[in-house]
């Protein structure tokens, strides 16, 4: 019986991040379309308000991230992630309804409140798992992640010809499915007995990271965190306007390659993260994972046929490895009832890095492609991410060899 229950709950958290995921991925094969309409501008300056339609959703993020990971540890993960899920169904009706592009940056603030979701969710997976299986199961919710990133563009590609609006609806019904699913199905799984009072000074953004000074490596890896996903917004802030720029793709081809690149994440997430942090540990798959990043990002830059980007999809999808294994590292140098805070710190991060990258990525890509320009550059955006990530891995390098070594999984 509670095998069965940790499933249930187990299925509500991966879809709720299933959930998260296509919400926000399914606008990606239409958005620089729908911004031209919106707006009446060229791809180029529709690329940098995106930047800020990414920015306006991170910024939330990043100030409530702590918020909700620390209210999920004092009243628990099942509220949290309740309220959350019913905040997507709603956001989800709005982004439908939006008439304007300020209707669709409200809809974006929205979405990024919600989003913090991430918090309470690895909490609730690191709540109902043990420390050795943490890995595979942040793996799991990493797939998730993915898959939202095959079944979002590819409904975004389709419908999106239909009505730009319709996949919007699609979703908010999805996360309010979700949400009456979850209010049966969910138990609470962090005990009264482990839960600790609610402080503003903790919720606070930058406190919850200076808090984790007293964690071991944690800080350090939670930095390295940060630059990754600061590098990996290249592909959600300026992939489809790279692949329309360089390749003049359409929307449904756009969709298309958005879905086999995440159906390369999902695979890699859901069948070798596990496998590879058992044979050579975390740290090992962390290494692997961040290398293949920078690899796929110099070749995104490099190609010159649209053919090459399914291939290049491939190499790159092995990146998965890494955030997983980041993770799992983190959680197994903080203790249980500390677990939501960590989560919150690391969602502000990762939404710091969605702050940071969307602006600048887009920016770079903006510049390099503006009309006057004699030499269009579109994988200027690409070349920058690679110094990023590149960076990230030389830091993870030098705090992991003074890092005393843990066993490999089992």
Request: glycine share 10%; net charge positive; charged share 10%.
């Amino acid at each position: 019986m509670e095998q069965e229950k940790t499933r249930r709950a187990l299925a509500f958290i991966l879809f709720a991040v299933l959930i998260d995921t296509i919400g926000f991925a399914i606008v990606l094969p239409v958005l620089p379309d729908y911004l031209m309409a919106l707006s009446g501008v060229s791809k180029s300056v529709a690329a940098a308000q995106a930047g800020w339609l990414l920015f306006t959703f991170a910024a939330l993020q990043f100030l409530c991230g702590p918020v909700l990971g620390n209210l999920s540890d004092r009243f628990g993960r099942r509220p949290v992630l309740l309220a959350s899920m019913a905040a997507f169904g709603v956001n989800y009706i709005l982004m439908a309804l939006a008439p304007t592009l300020a209707w669709l940056f409200v809809g974006r603030a929205v979405a990024g409140i919600a989003g913090a979701i991430y918090a309470p969710a690895n909490a609730y997976v690191a709540d109902i798992t043990e420390p050795k299986e943490r890995a595979r199961r942040f793996g799991y919710v990493g797939a998730a992640f993915g898959l939202g990133f095959i079944l979002g563009p590819a409904l975004g590609g389709l419908i999106g010809q239909l009505d730009p609006r319709a996949p919007f609806y699609a979703a908010g019904i999805l996360a309010l499915a979700n949400f009456a699913f979850g209010w049966f199905a969910l138990p609470e799984s962090l005990p009264k007995a482990l839960r600790r009072p609610f402080d503003w000074r903790r919720a606070n953004p930058l406190s919850a990271l200076l808090a984790l000074r007293g964690f071991g490596n944690v800080l350090p890896l939670v930095f390295v965190m940060f630059l990754y996903i600061l590098g990996f917004q290249v592909y959600p802030a300026t992939w489809t306007f790279y692949a329309a720029l360089k390749f003049d793709w359409s929307p449904l081809l756009i969709g298309a390659a958005l879905a086999v690149s995440g159906l390369f994440m999902a695979l890699v997430q859901t069948l070798l993260v596990g496998r590879i942090v058992g044979r050579i540990g975390e740290r090992g798959a962390v290494i692997i994972g961040m290398s293949f990043a920078v690899l796929g990002m110099v070749a995104y830059v490099l190609i010159d046929h649209g053919w090459m980007v399914f291939a290049v999809s491939a190499l790159a999808s092995l990146q998965a490895l890494a955030g997983p294994s980041l993770n799992a590292l983190a959680t197994s140098r903080v203790p249980r009832d500390q677990q939501g805070a960590l989560q919150g710190a690391i969602a502000s991060l990762n939404a710091l890095g969605a702050i940071i990258g969307p602006l600048a990525l887009t920016q770079a890509l903006s510049a390099a492609t503006a009309e006057h320009v004699s030499h269009p550059f579109p994988g200027a955006a690409f070349a920058l991410a690679a110094l990023i990530c590149g960076a990230a891995l030389l830091i993870f390098l030098a705090v992991e060899r003074r890092a005393p070594t843990p066993a490999p999984a089992a």
